[in-house]
């Protein structure tokens, strides 16, 4: 099982090259939405790629209030 912090280098990493960014734009505790520009939508499409890539499913409860990197990866971790 990967460590938390490869989880959220993975997510990190799957985020820059969906969205086209540079990673080393990209912090952990960075609000995914404002670094990345985008909204509600495309933040769905996203954890769908993020569940696909990493096997789990994450309820949308778990996700209210998540907005940036590092708790994501938390959460997907949680599920591993």
């Known amino acids: 099982m990967p460590t938390t912090d490869q989880t959220l ?3 990190m990493n799957l985020a820059a090259s969906h ?3 540079p990673r080393d734009k990209l912090r952990p505790d960075d609000d995914f939405f404002k670094t990345l520009g ?3 939508l495309q933040t769905l499409d996203m954890l769908t790629k993020l569940e696909n890539h990493f ?4 309820p949308d409860y778990e996700l ?3 907005s940036d990197f590092r708790t ?3 959460k997907i971790q949680a599920r591993l």
């Open 9 to 11: 280098d993975e997510v």
């Open 64 to 66: 209210q209030g998540v």
């Open 19 to 21: 969205f086209k960014v």
């Open 55 to 58: 096997h789990i499913e994450l």
């Open 72 to 74: 994501l990866a938390g």
């Open 38 to 40: 985008i909204d509600s």
